[in-house]
C-alpha cells in the first residue's frame, strides 16, 4: 500500500515535449511511472518518449485513461495548465514549476477544488512512491521501499530525510513535496488521515519550515486524530525576521511562524521534533523501537 | 519587490486613490523648488527608504518656512536612517518627499495581504493607525477588522459594510468614502500582483475626508515580469548588494552574522545547514542555495561572495545530489578552488547520486584546505573545529 499514487497510476505530462520536462518524465518512466501520453498544443499527434502527445489534456484523458497529471509548465502558464486539467477531469495534478505568480495560483487552486481535483505543489519535487511511481524530479534510487511517510516542504530535505531513514535500515512507503509557496495543494492537514489510514505506514516524517502556519494546523491535527509516531523538523531556527530563504512562503513576520513557535507547538502534539535535520534518522529508528 | 512611499502614491493616485499632493526630491534645492510648487506654509520632509519606524528615526519632519524645508531636507539627505525594520547598520537617504501639510483629525489602518489559509486577499482595517499593527494585533486583536475577499466574486457591497460598521464609521458620507477607498485599494493589490499593501496611517481629515498619509507595497516577485512599469521602480541602492549579485547568478544569498560560510543546494536544506551549524556550536555567515545546478562557475561565484564576508572563518559546502551528480559537483568545486583563491578551510560533504566517486576525486586532488565529510552532522563539527582552529 500506499498514498495517493502508486504502479497502476496512469499519467500525462503537461508542458510534455519541454527539456525539463522530457528529461525527467524519461527518469521517471525509468523508474517505472506509468507515462501514458502528454501534451503540448501545436504538438499533438506526434510520438516523444515512445508516447502520444496531445492538443489538450481533454483529449490526452479520452485516449489514455490518465488520472493523474504531472506539469512542467513554464511558470506564466500554470494557472491555465491546472485549470486545464481540472476541467478535463484529472484527479491529481503534481505541479513541478517553480516561480508562478501567487495570484494565478489563488485562482487555480479554487477552481481545483471546486471541481474536485487535487493538487500538489507548486515549486516541489513531486510524489513518489518507493519502487512503484516516481512524479517528480527527486532522485528516485534513495526511496527504498520501506515503512515511513515523509511530507515535506522542502525538495532537498525531502532527499536528506528519506536517505536518513534508509541508512537507518527502514524505508519510505510514500514521500510527498508539498512545496513551500504562499498557496499550495495537498498539506500536512490532508496528507496524514493518508498515512494514518495507509497499513503499510508505521511512522511518519514531517518537515516544515518558518512561514505560515500550516505546521500549527497539522500540530493541532496530530493530537486529535493521528495515532501512529510522528517525527519532525522544522527548517530556518536561525533565520532572522523578515528575510526571504529562497522560499517566498518563508517570511517570518512577528511571532507568527518562526520555527520556535512550531517546534513547540509540535512537541505539545506529542510530536518528536528534532532540531537539527541530521537527527531525524535516528528519531525514526527510536520511535519506531518505541512502537514495538 | 518593494518600492518607495512616494512610489506607491503614484499608483494610488492612478487609481483615485486620494494622498496628500508632495513631489520627490534629490538635492535641498529640489526640495525647496518642491515646497515652493506645493505652496501653503506647512510641510513634511519625509525620508524615501525601504523601512517602516521612519518617523521615530528622525526621518519624517515637519517644516514650517522655506529655509526650514531646505534645513530638514539637507539634514536627512545623506543621513544613515535606523528603524526597528533597518536593523542597527541602518540604510542611507537618497530621496525624500515633501508633502503638503494635512489637517489630521483620526489616524487608522488599512491593509490588504493575501491570507494564505484562506488562500484569498484579506482587507485588515483598525481605527489603532499610526501604530505598530503587529503591536496592535498581538495586545488588542478586537480592534483589527478583516475582512477576506474571494477573488471569483471581487470586492462587493456588503465587503464594505463589514469594514464601515466594523470600524464604527457612522456618517454616512464618510461611509461611502470610505468603501471607494478600500475597494480602489483592492483593486490596485489583484491588478498589480501586490504581495502586501499598507497604509499606516490614514487619515481622516477635519473635513471628513480620508487620505493615504503613508504607503508600503510589496510586489510577488514571480509576477514582475508582466508589470514592467513596476519593475522600473526598482530602486537597486535598497538592495543589498551582495544579495543582488547572487541572484543576478541564480543564487539566493542572504547574509547573517556569524562565522562559518555555507554553501547548500535548496533553500530548505540550506536553512537546515544553519540550524544544524548552530546545533553543533557554531553560527552561520550566511545563506546560500545555490539552486539545481551547483556548475564550477556558480560554485565559484558562492566562494567569492561568501569571502567577501571578512567574518567568515571555514566554509560549508554541503550538496545532496539529486538529478545533479556529485562526481560533477566535486569537479566543479577543484575548478572553482582554482578560479578562486580560498584560504580557509572548505568542508564538502556530497551525498545522493555518485557521492563515493564524488569522494575519490576529492580524495586524489588532495588540496589541503579542501575537507571531505560523510554526512550533515560530521559536515556541520567539522566547519565549526575548522573555524575556531581546531581541525
Known sequence: ?292 | MNIHEYQAKQIFKEYGVPTPRGIVANTPDEAVEAAKELGGNIWVVKAQIHAGGRGLGGGVKLAKSIDEVRELADQILGMTLVTHQTGPEGKVVHKVYIEEGADIQDELYLGVVLDRAKEMPVIMASTEGGMEIEKVAAETPEKIVKVAIDPAIGFQGFHGRELVFGLGITDKAEQRKFIDFASKLFKIYMDKDVELIEINPLIKTGAGDFLALDGKMGFDDSALYRHPEIEAMRDITEEDPAEREAGEHGLSYVSLDGEIGCMVNGAGLAMGTMDTINYVGGTPANFLDVGGKATAETVAKGFEIILRNPKVKSIFVNIFGGIVRCDRIANGILEATKMVDVKVPVIVRLDGTNAPEAAEILRNANIENVISATDLLDGAKKAVAAAKGEL
Not at chain 1, 485562482?107 to 512524479?135: D, F
Not at chain 1, 534510487?141 to 536518513?164: M, P, R
Request: overall charge neutral.
Open chain 1, 1 to 292: 500500500m500506499s498514498i495517493l499514487v502508486n504502479k497502476d497510476t496512469k499519467v500525462i505530462v503537461q508542458g510534455f515535449t519541454g527539456k525539463e520536462a522530457t528529461f525527467h518524465a524519461e527518469q521517471c518512466l525509468a523508474y517505472g511511472t506509468q507515462i501514458v501520453g502528454g501534451v503540448t498544443p501545436n504538438k499533438g499527434g506526434q510520438e516523444h518518449l515512445g508516447k502520444p502527445v496531445f492538443n489538450t489534456v481533454k483529449e490526452a484523458v479520452a485516449n489514455t485513461g490518465a488520472t493523474v497529471s504531472m506539469i512542467f509548465v513554464p511558470p506564466a502558464f500554470v494557472g491555465d495548465a491546472v485549470m486545464e486539467a481540472a476541467d478535463a477531469g484529472i484527479e491529481l495534478a503534481v505541479i513541478i514549476t517553480e516561480g508562478a505568480p501567487v495570484k494565478d495560483m489563488m485562482y487555480a487552486k479554487a477552481y481545483a477544488t471546486k471541481k474536485g481535483m487535487m493538487t500538489i505543489g507548486p515549486n516541489c519535487p513531486g510524489i513518489i512512491t518507493a519502487e512503484e511511481c516516481k512524479l517528480g524530479i527527486m532522485p528516485g534510487f534513495i526511496f527504498k521501499k520501506g515503512n515511513v511517510g515523509l511530507i515535506s516542504k522542502s525538495g532537498t530535505l525531502t532527499y536528506e530525510g528519506a536517505n536518513q531513514v534508509v541508512k537507518e535500515g527502514f524505508g519510505i512507503t510514500t514521500a510527498v513535496g508539498i512545496g513551500g509557496d504562499p498557496i499550495i495543494g495537498l498539506s500536512y492537514k490532508q496528507l496524514l488521515p493518508m498515512f494514518e489510514n495507509d497499513p503499510e505506514t508505521e511512522a511518519i516524517v514531517m518537515i516544515g519550515e518558518i512561514g505560515g502556519d500550516l505546521e500549527i494546523q497539522a500540530a493541532q491535527f496530530i493530537k486529535e486524530n493521528i495515532t501512529k509516531p510522528v517525527v519532525a523538523f522544522i527548517a530556518g531556527q536561525t533565520a532572522p525576521k523578515g528575510k526571504r530563504m529562497g522560499h517566498a512562503g518563508a517570511i517570518v513576520s512577528g511571532s507568527a511562524g518562526t520555527a520556535a513557535e512550531k517546534m513547540a507547538a509540535l512537541e505539545a502534539a506529542g510530536v518528536k521534533v528534532v532540531k537539527s535535520p541530521a537527527e531525524i534518522g535516528k528519531a525514526v529508528a527510536e520511535v519506531l523501537a518505541n512502537k514495538k
